[in-house]
């Protein structure tokens, strides 16, 4: 069983909720403008040695809010040390500011291939489903040791459940 308590466990819960949500309007009122800016100048050569323009108001701008649970996330989890939480989040902030970069341009040269259409939207749709899916991720590497303590068996290594090895049924040899 866990051995950490239930109600930690709904504090941590109760304790990302109340930093998420004004968080989250902080990023949208003004932090996602800066950094959306600052990837548009981090893809310009991208772009420039592509051939390719910046389409505004696509379907990515609006997925860029995870990093704000990300972040959240970092600040929050117990049982990590400061150096970790450190290095896990900026670290953590490049790599899902590399992977936003990548899907700017991903999503940029389908349209100019195949056009603002739907078919062209179900092309990106699993590039953006990754996109939602990587801050959590990273925090699951960075946060494996929280995570070893909520569920022990992520702790253990194949073959050292304490479990006799598996034999083979009689006749199989």
């Known amino acids: 069983m ?9 504090l941590l819960l109760l304790l990302f909720v109340a930093l998420t949500m004004p968080l989250a309007w902080l990023w949208l009122q003004w932090g996602e403008r800066i950094y959306v800016h600052l990837l548009w100048k981090l893809a310009d ?3 420039d040695a592509l051939g390719l323009r910046h389409q505004r108001g696509g379907p990515v701008g609006p997925r860029l809010v995870s990093v704000v649970p990300f ?3 970092m600040a929050i989890t117990p049982k990590m040390g400061w150096r970790r939480r450190v290095k896990g989040l900026l670290l953590g902030l490049f790599a899902i500011a ?8 991903l999503v940029d040269s389908t349209y100019a291939v195949l056009g603002r259409n739907r078919r062209a939207l179900s092309k990106i749709v699993p590039f953006l489903l990754i996109n939602d899916g990587i801050p959590f991720l990273i925090w699951l590497f960075v946060a494996r040791d929280f995570l070893r ?3 022990p068996a992520f702790g253990r290594r194949v073959g050292s459940s304490g479990d006799p090895p598996a034999q083979d049924p009689p006749g199989r040899r």
């Open 71 to 73: 972040v959240v996330l």
């Open 2 to 10: 866990s051995r950490v308590p239930v109600g930690r466990l709904l």
């Open 45 to 47: 050569p991208i772009y």
């Open 98 to 105: 590399c992977f936003h970069v990548v899907l700017f341009v």
């Open 149 to 151: 303590s909520l569920v």
